[in-house]
């Protein structure tokens, strides 16, 4: 069946570097891959999205890109930040919009 | 605007009781979803309504069953809760323009069947 795959599952990282997530998707028709962010005890909150017409996409510390040919999108953290500690998920929308999310990448970000 | 509420937040089930767990939003969506999380395996899809009496199947919907008789709730069953059915439940609306975009996720429901 069509999936998405997420890579790391766990990333730790201090406090100042960047973090990259990466996905890849199955289904060539997925035209949106949004990134939810989850913080313990909190529901899964957008913190970027990117449609397959663009190639990137930039909000203040955080990007997305996404490479269309070869079914990849990674999101991409800089001057990462305590309160970046959370589960992060990928998601892309498949043709009969049911949205399929990445198993998650629990970033740890160490003071 | 309450956003999107499920209830119960918590519950504990024998294996073979039924229950309902129901999501309601009021931000006048078409779109709504019912998800599992479990340890390592993500959000799985279990089914979802792009709009009122209309349903589908998800990524895992064996055991579930859900209904959409107003456009505003979308209810997910249990008929015979099973302990593979213990995990947390999140209940997610989207708006329909331009197909359906940023998810608006419930506080989640804590479900433990014994």
């Known amino acids: 069946g069509e999936n998405v795959e997420q890579h790391p599952s766990t990333l730790s990282v201090q406090e100042g570097d960047s973090a990259v997530i990466k996905c890849t998707y199955s289904d060539s028709a997925s035209n949106y891959f949004p990134w939810y962010k989850k913080e313990l005890g909190k529901r899964p909150q957008l913190i970027i999205d990117i449609r397959s017409n663009v190639g990137e996409k930039k909000d203040q510390r955080i990007a997305v890109t996404l490479n269309k040919t070869a079914k990849h999108f990674s999101l991409h953290i800089t001057e990462t930040q305590p309160e970046d500690s959370a589960v992060y998920f990928c998601?892309?929308?498949?043709?009969?919009?049911?949205?399929?999310f990445g198993a998650g990448t629990r970033l740890t970000v160490k003071p | 605007n309450a956003g999107v509420t499920q209830t119960p937040k918590f519950r504990v089930l024998k294996t073979g009781q039924s229950m309902t767990l129901l999501c309601a939003q009021d931000?006048?969506?078409?779109?709504m979803y019912w998800y599992r999380q479990d340890p390592g395996m993500g959000l799985r899809l279990i089914h979802y309504?792009?709009?009122?009496?209309?349903?589908a199947k998800g990524e895992v919907p064996d055991g579930y069953n859900v209904s959409r008789l107003k456009k505003q709730n979308f209810l997910l069953g249990l008929e015979s809760a099973a302990p593979s059915q213990t995990s947390v439940y999140f209940c997610a609306s989207s708006h329909r323009a331009r197909g359906p975009g940023e998810l608006f996720f419930g506080e989640g429901s804590r479900l433990t069947v014994l």
């Open positions: 309504s792009v709009g009122e009496g209309t349903t």
């Open positions: 998601a892309a929308r498949l043709w009969n919009n049911d949205m399929r």
């Open positions: 931000m006048n969506h078409e779109y």
